[in-house]
């Protein structure tokens, strides 16, 4: 089974790594937050190590 990404937007203080990093998964939601628009868009390893590993406050997750 597939895990999903996601961004815990009371935590994500919109500083744009997700985004500039992956942005066929992640964009800024109308809030200003980032958000998980499709999370099967880039690989498991990619969403790794480009967004949750570079995301300065840890406010992206998987899901099962």
């Given at each position: 089974?597939?895990?999903?990404?996601?961004?815990?937007?009371?935590?994500?203080?919109?500083?744009?790594?997700?985004?500039?990093?992956?942005?066929?998964?992640?964009?800024?939601?109308?809030?200003?937050?980032?958000?998980a628009?499709?999370?099967?868009?880039?690989?498991?390893?990619?969403?790794?190590?480009?967004?949750?590993d570079?995301?300065?406050?840890?406010?992206?997750?998987?899901r099962?």
């Amino acid at each position: 089974m597939r895990k999903t990404v996601v961004v815990d937007q009371d935590e994500c203080i919109s500083c744009g790594v997700c985004v500039d990093s992956i942005p066929e998964v992640f964009r800024f939601a109308d809030s200003g937050k980032a958000e998980a628009y499709d999370p099967a868009g880039a690989s498991e390893d990619k969403i790794q190590q480009e967004a949750i590993d570079a995301c300065p406050v840890s406010c992206i997750h998987w899901r099962e």
